[in-house]
């Protein structure tokens, strides 16, 4: 079945550092790829996607590149700020069924 | 603003205790879903329904069952809880079609069996 790995978190940086979260993904077809965001106290939103190969999801800063070569779907922001302290997760989704998550990986900024 | 609401934020129940979670939708969503969130675990699907009346098992429905009579509402219910049900339960809706993965998500209901 589709499945979902992401790095283990959890992950603390400084202010302005540089940010990867690491998202890989198995699956029988060609799924469309997400990230959520779920800062505390909240439920998750979503971030970004991304729905063929070589498509970059953005907003707020972070991106993501699908990678079918690599099924790949890793993170990046340029410069965290403390307000990115979350726990993030990768998704997929595959023919319209109901997404399958990543187990999330906790983010801490410290300024 | 787009809301989906639940109706408690943290409960507390007995082992044994037949247990309701409530969750509402604002936007007229086809699609809602139950989910539990455990540390280490991440997100697991545990019911989920297309429309009015109808429903469809998640990964990890044992222990439970759900109920939507009304199309903004969708009730998790535990029979009869046990301890390791205790867990983070989110609900969360879409519309249909294409947008059955960009879902919105309520605060979530932390409930503790003892």
């Known amino acids: 079945g589709n499945s979902v790995t992401q790095m283990e978190g959890p992950v603390t940086l400084s202010e302005e550092a540089f940010l990867t979260i690491n998202c890989t993904y198995t699956a029988t077809g060609y799924p469309s790829l997400f990230w959520y965001v779920q800062y505390p106290g909240e439920g998750l939103q979503l971030l970004l996607k991304?729905?063929?190969?070589?498509d970059k999801g953005s907003n707020k800063g972070f991106e993501a590149t699908y990678r079918k070569e690599t099924t790949s779907f890793h993170l990046e922001k340029g410069s965290v700020q403390v307000s990115d302290s979350a726990v993030y997760f990768c998704a997929l989704s595959e023919r319209n069924t109901p997404l399958v998550f990543g187990k999330g990986t906790r983010l801490s900024v410290i300024a | 603003d787009v809301k989906v609401t639940q109706s408690s934020r943290y409960l507390v129940k007995r082992t044994g205790e037949k247990v309701f979670l409530e969750c509402v939708q604002d936007m007229d969503h086809e699609n809602m879903f139950w989910y539990r969130q455990d540390p280490g675990l991440g997100l697991r699907l545990i019911y989920f329904s297309y429309d009015v009346k109808m429903k469809e098992k998640g990964d990890i429905p044992e222990g439970y069952s759900v109920s939507r009579e009304k199309k903004e509402r969708f009730s998790l219910i535990l029979e009869s809880a046990s301890t390791n049900q205790t867990s983070m339960y989110l609900c969360?809706?879409?519309?249909?079609?294409?947008?059955?993965?960009?879902?919105?998500f309520g605060p979530g209901t932390r409930l503790t069996v003892t």
């Open positions: 991304a729905t063929k190969a070589d």
């Open positions: 969360a809706s879409s519309s249909a079609g294409q947008k059955l993965y960009e879902q919105y």
